[in-house]
């Protein structure tokens, strides 16, 4: 992140209080406990996300609903789950269509393909669905009630309720349990129909009416109800319960969490699957698109979801955030999309090579105020992003391309990698804050492999970046804390290199590691200017000429970091079951999972034991202790 992660209200702070959100295969993100604030000493309930239904991207007069355990594809003939498995309404009307009930302050945001008239901005959501006369006489309404999926079959006076009925297809031991639900159980999920609520309202007041599931021999799934007045509409009301995964039927990855000063969060990631719960994709095309969530404080309502990408190629994958002092986010990642996005004022319209790096700009609404290709005719990913008070970005990562477009007078101006023996090497570039051109672009690595993770930008406009190399003739400057490593091509190291403004050249560059390597994963910057990096198990700060004021050992991968506005660290990574964990902390969990920890400056907030195998101490004495939470 950049430094517009502080502000005059925290918005790390708010995240504390905030949303979960898991997805499968991924590596982030799950609830933020705020294990350092006194006052919550308490479990704090998670609350529920809300199902929300918008219009499906390919077709209109589909819809879906949009949960934190999936996507839902929903039609007049029934509802495809998350996972691809789907609940059928036999017989029923095949051409009707859905009507939004309810509209939301919510958006969503198709930015699919080059032509941005073929872009679908601010389509509008809604707490709920209509499809009329499915059935003669039958109404279906979907809705959501506390982060549950429910359907509603309306059936209006003299029309025949038994004409109703469900079958499945892609799930397999369906069965009725001894509460009269459904449970349908598979290897990767858990669905339940339960026991139908019926009724029939007159003068306000609501009279119930006996009525249960009838699961028949051929696996059909009928309604059994009791007496009731036909000459009054008839409600049955189950509801779907789904427990699985979160995300989709395929691989889908949150990348990076960020906030803006009002505390709002902001989820970006890729997803393979149609069914990802940010936003339906399309029905074909390419396998990976990218995504950007943006959530109320609370965690309670989406603000908008804008799903972006091609129609050609093998797809998109969006891996680095940053958001300003607006509201505005900022996004980069790759693409192989020949297709991509790109507006008028790009300072690169064409995808070179098969792969090249994005960097894309939204508003507060998400949409895109620009989107540009960067690369050259080979491999280009970006993987990190910051942005200054300026509104210019940075944007880091790696490339294996000869003619990637690097600017006059940049640090490097060519690449150095050996093609026999390492696949790429880092570079940096910093956009102007309209996205149409580069201000400085720079390679960064010797002659092996390198890479860049992460990118950070001080008050004064000086990057900070770090990642891996294997190259013993990496950049590094005179006087560094460390000026060479073991075994240069036989292991990866961690560098930490700070640019100049201008881009031109270093003010400090050096690298991390002992004889079994290490990684760069994160860095993040204060007001001060000091630099502070996430490298494998260890939180490193640097002062703003390099030098080292502390170094510290936290057991398990620091995979993130990030600054409050009272300067206290929050880290982010995985850890086993020995991992260490405060009696203050919001949640308690043993099991190996990813964690959390923050590092505060008030000394008198010390860890007080430790765990066996023992946790790590720092190996340089610090200002503020480490405290882990998970």
Not at 238 to 249: F, K, L, N
Not at 375 to 386: E, M, R, S, T, V
Request: hydrophobic share 35%.
């Amino acid at each position: 992140m950049g430094r517009t992660t502080s502000s005059a209200r925290d918005p790390l702070a708010a995240l504390l209080h905030s949303w979960s959100t898991l997805t499968r295969g991924a590596t982030l993100v799950a609830l933020l406990a705020a294990c350092a604030v006194p006052a919550l000493t308490q479990p704090v309930p998670t609350p529920r996300f809300p199902i929300v239904f918008a219009p499906f991207y390919d077709s209109p007069s589909q819809f879906v609903a949009r949960s934190p355990a999936g996507v839902t594809i929903l039609t007049g003939e029934g509802i495809v789950l998350p996972g691809g498995a789907r609940l059928q309404f036999l017989g029923a009307n095949r051409r009707v269509k859905g009507e939004g009930m309810g509209l939301l302050p919510s958006v969503t945001n198709y930015v699919i393909g080059r032509d941005e008239r073929q872009w679908r901005l601010g389509v509008a959501n809604f707490s709920g669905v209509l499809f009329r006369s499915i059935y003669p006489g039958v109404d279906l309404l979907y809705h959501g009630e506390e982060g549950n999926l429910e359907f509603d079959l309306v059936v209006s006076p003299g029309a025949d309720p038994s004409r109703i009925r469900m079958t499945s297809s892609g799930l397999s031991g369906t069965r009725l349990d001894s509460h009269g639900d459904i449970v349908v159980q598979e290897s990767q999920s858990t669905i339940r129909q339960m026991r139908p609520r019926i009724y029939q309202e007159t003068g306000g007041r609501r009279k119930s009416i006996a009525g249960a599931w009838r699961l028949d021999r051929d696996g059909l799934l009928r309604f059994e109800i009791g007496p009731y007045d036909v000459r009054k509409p008839l409600v049955i009301d189950p509801v779907v319960i789904y427990s699985t995964y979160i995300g989709g039927s395929g691989n889908d990855f949150m990348r990076a969490v960020g906030a803006d000063a009002a505390g709002n969060a902001y989820v970006v990631g890729s997803a393979f699957s149609a069914d990802f719960p940010g936003a339906p994709l399309s029905n074909s095309g390419p396998p990976q698109r990218g995504f950007v969530l943006k959530l109320n404080p609370e965690g309670t309502r989406l603000i908008y979801a804008t799903v972006f990408g091609g129609k050609q190629g093998y797809g998109t994958s969006a891996s680095g955030l940053a958001v300003d002092s607006g509201g505005n986010a900022y996004v980069t990642g790759s693409t192989e999309s020949a297709d991509f996005p790109v507006t008028g004022q790009a300072f690169q319209k064409a995808l070179h090579g098969f792969s090249n790096a994005f960097v894309m700009k939204l508003d507060d609404a998400g949409v895109p105020l620009y989107s540009s290709f960067l690369g050259g005719g080979q491999l280009d990913a970006a993987q990190g992003i910051a942005v200054d008070s300026g509104g210019n970005a940075y944007v880091a990562g790696n490339t294996s391309s000869a003619d990637f477009p690097v600017t006059p007078g940049a640090f490097q101006t060519a690449e150095n990698h050996n093609p026999i023996v390492s696949f790429a090497t880092g570079f940096l570039a910093k956009i102007a804050p309209n996205g149409d051109a580069l201000v400085y672009s720079t390679y960064l690595g010797g002659s092996g492999s390198d890479g860049i993770a992460a990118v950070a930008v001080d008050s004064a406009g000086s990057a900070v970046v770090t990642g891996i190399t294997t190259s013993g003739d990496f950049p590094v400057t005179p006087g560094a804390l460390q000026g060479t490593i073991p075994s240069p091509t036989q292991n990866r190291y961690a560098f930490i290199t700070k640019f100049n403004p201008p881009g031109s050249g270093l003010v400090y560059s050096t690298y991390f590691g002992g004889t079994t390597g290490a990684t760069g994963n994160a860095v993040a910057m204060d007001p001060a200017g000091n630099t502070y990096a996430g490298c494998n198990s260890s939180v490193l700060k640097l002062d703003t000429s390099g030098s080292l004021i502390y170094a510290k050992d936290v057991e398990g991968g620091v995979s993130g970091l990030a600054l409050d506005v009272q300067g206290d660290v929050f880290a982010t990574g995985s850890a086993s079951s020995s991992f260490l964990i405060t009696p203050n902390c919001l949640l308690f969990r043993r099991t190996t999972a990813p964690f959390w920890s923050r590092s505060t400056r008030r000394a008198r907030r010390r860890c007080s034991r430790r765990t066996s195998p023992p946790w790590s101490p720092w190996a340089y004495r610090s200002p503020s202790p480490v405290i882990p939470c998970w």
